[in-house]
Nanobody, 124 residues
Framework: QVQLLESGGGSVQAGGSLRLSCGASGGGSNAYCLGWFRQVPGEGRVGVATIDSDGRPWYTDAVKGRFTVSPDNPPKTLYLQMNDLKSEDTAMYYC??????????????????WGQGTQVTVSS
């Protein structure tokens, strides 16, 4: 069982920055790669950024050049630095633990565990 705890969401004006953190705990956490997904009302969760077991990051096109994902260990942690935020980045952000084979092409179905989510609101 893996537990994921996110922090760092909030409200910011367009062009601002936020940093999200995800801490993983539980005996099985090292068997998974961590990633960030986001969800807006009425839509499914989509992958934002992940990192694989070799430390290679993956980003969805919409955030490339603005978001940076970085790991830390121990404890197993994943950060998401979000710069130059735009109103379209407004969403609930979820940390996910997924099998590392899916980390370079993440989908919501490939996630094995989810955090509770943290809201990011960007006002224009």
């Amino acid at each position: 069982q893996v537990q994921l705890l996110e922090s760092g969401g909030g409200s910011v004006q367009a062009g601002g920055s936020l940093r999200l953190s995800c801490g993983a705990s539980g005996g099985g956490s090292n068997a998974y790669c961590l990633g960030w997904f986001r969800q807006v009302p009425g839509e499914g969760r989509v992958g934002v950024a992940t990192i694989d077991s070799d430390g290679r990051p993956w980003y969805t096109d919409a955030v490339k050049g603005r978001f940076t994902v970085s790991p830390d260990n121990p404890p197993k942690t994943l950060y998401l630095q979000m710069n130059d935020l735009k109103s379209e980045d407004t969403a609930m952000y979820y940390c996910a633990a997924l099998l590392c084979q899916y980390s370079q092409a993440p989908t919501a179905r490939s996630a094995s565990y989810w955090g509770q989510g943290t809201q990011v609101t960007v006002s224009s």
